[in-house]
């Protein structure tokens, strides 16, 4: 089912704006490791020519292709290439760019402790917050998840993911 999904929207990303279908960036992954991350592009080309910024609700950098994609997580669906490749799991915690790992961690004590385990397309901070969470909620979220990880949980995850793939709910 993805790789439809993939292709469709990527035709309708590819007809709404210029630039490449696909984006990657750096993300910290476990133990540190710096890997690129693949997602559909759903803002405007050069979304970030001054530098690296959190998106926010009614973001003007979005676009309309991009804005259907996020709320319906369709853009993460290249991320399976990451599981595949060992950088990511399909659950744990989401991976942050090295800047903002590093200022996170200046802010918050043991932020660094989320990459004790490899980062997820979904995660408990996800499913219980998503894009509104400050980064000591996601930093306290993602740390319950690691210190009760068994399959109970990975399950309610999975079930809570497609609540929110189904509603929308949680997207910006």
Do not use: H
């Not at 993300?27 to 050069?46: H, T």
């Not at 802010?107 to 998503?130: D, H, M």
């Not at 996601?138 to 998840?145: I, S, V």
């Amino acid at each position: 089912i993805g790789i439809p999904l993939i292709i469709i929207f990527g035709v309708a990303i590819a007809l709404e704006s210029k630039g490449g279908v696909f984006y990657s960036q750096e993300r910290v992954g476990k133990d540190g490791k710096i890997f690129k991350i693949y997602k559909l592009r759903s803002m405007v080309c050069n979304a970030e020519e001054n530098g690296a910024q959190w998106a926010i609700n009614n973001d003007p950098r979005i676009t309309k292709v991009g804005g259907f994609i996020r709320k319906k997580r369709i853009d993460e669906i290249p991320q399976l290439f990451n599981v595949i490749k060992g950088e990511m799991s399909i659950i744990g915690p989401r991976p942050e760019r090295p800047t903002f790992t590093e200022e996170f961690n200046k802010e918050i004590s043991g932020f660094i402790n989320r990459l004790q385990i490899k980062p997820g397309i979904t995660g408990w901070a996800q499913v219980n917050g998503g894009y509104e969470i400050t980064p000591i909620e996601k930093w306290e979220l993602d740390m319950y998840y690691i210190e009760n990880k068994s399959i109970k949980l990975d399950l309610l995850i999975i079930f809570k993911t497609i609540e929110i793939v189904l509603t929308g709910v949680g997207a910006r």
